[in-house]
């Protein structure tokens, strides 16, 4: 069965710090640029961070530039997003995705192969 999964997701406080993980089962992520979403409550979704199949190539959202770091592992089949200065506008559900994609990434909701269901991301004091 061919899935990604997050985790990592839960309750922090502003300012505080998560590290959200995307796990690939029944495939290989190598030849994927992964990309990482936000849905807040009533809001469309929207990319924030993506990294190349080798992970030499990275970019984020102006939004969270500065403060979100994304990485992958190959080896593990898993890719990470670093998540500091955290903010209530931060809320949300934050989704993985694969793109198969030979050169650079791409953070567009439009145009993935695979996502994962989501993790609750939750900021508030």
């Known amino acids: 069965q061919v899935q990604l999964v997050e985790s990592g997701g839960g309750l922090v406080q502003p300012g505080g710090s998560l590290r959200l993980s995307c796990a690939a089962s029944?495939?290989?992520?190598?030849?994927?640029?992964i990309g990482w979403f936000r849905q807040a409550p009533g809001k469309e979704r929207e990319g924030l961070s993506c990294?190349?199949?080798?992970?030499?190539?990275?970019n984020a959202a102006d939004s969270v530039k500065g403060r979100f770091t994304i990485s992958r592992d190959n080896a593990k089949n898993t890719v990470y997003l670093q998540m500091n200065s955290l903010k209530p506008d931060d809320t949300g559900v934050y989704y993985c995705?694969?793109?198969?994609?030979?050169?650079?990434?791409?953070?567009?909701?439009?145009?993935?192969?695979?996502w994962g269901q989501g993790t609750q991301v939750t900021v508030s004091s």
């Open positions: 990294i190349s199949r080798s992970g030499r190539a990275t």
């Open positions: 029944g495939f290989t992520l190598d030849p994927y640029a």
């Open positions: 995705a694969a793109r198969r994609m030979y050169y650079g990434c791409s953070f567009d909701v439009a145009g993935n192969d695979y």
